[in-house]
C-alpha cells in the first residue's frame, strides 16, 4: 500500500515552523509545484561545505527514507541543484545553515 502523501507547500511551511522552533535559520530558495513538487534540502555547514538532502525509496522497507545524496562545497552543491532543477521545474529547494548538520530530518513528526 503506497504511504499517505502530503502536499508539498503544507509539508514545507511545517518544516520551516519545526526549523524556527529549533532556531536553525531556514530559506525557500525555490518554490516548487504546491502539491507534488520533490524538495531538496541543502545544509550548509558555514565552512564552504554543505550537504543536499533528498528523500528516496528503500526498496528493503518500501518507504522513502531522508538522504545526504550529496557532500561537498557549496559550489558543487549548488551546482547539483542547479542540474535537478534544470530537469525538474517542481523542485522545491529549501537551504538550511547549521554548523553541526542538523537537519531535523531525521526526526519523528517529519514525512
Known amino acids: ?55 528516496e525509496w528503500d526498496m528493503d522497507s518500501d518507504t522513502r527514507p531522508w538522504v545526504a545524496t550529496d557532500r561537498g562545497t557549496e559550489r558543487d552543491i549548488d551546482a547539483a541543484i542547479a542540474r535537478q532543477r534544470s530537469r525538474d521545474r517542481d523542485l522545491w529547494v529549501i537551504e538550511i545553515e547549521s554548523r553541526d548538520g542538523t537537519t531535523l530530518l531525521d526526526r519523528d513528526g517529519l514525512f
Do not use: F, N
Not at 524556527?20 to 555547514?45: E, F, M, N, S
Open 1 to 55: 500500500m503506497a504511504e499517505p502523501r502530503l502536499a508539498a507547500s503544507l509539508w514545507v511551511a511545517a518544516y520551516l515552523a519545526r526549523l524556527a522552533q529549533a532556531t536553525i535559520p531556514a530559506y525557500v530558495l525555490a518554490r516548487g509545484d504546491d502539491t507534488a513538487g520533490a524538495i531538496a534540502v541543502k545544509c550548509a555547514h558555514l565552512d564552504g561545505t554543505a550537504a543536499l538532502w533528498m528523500r
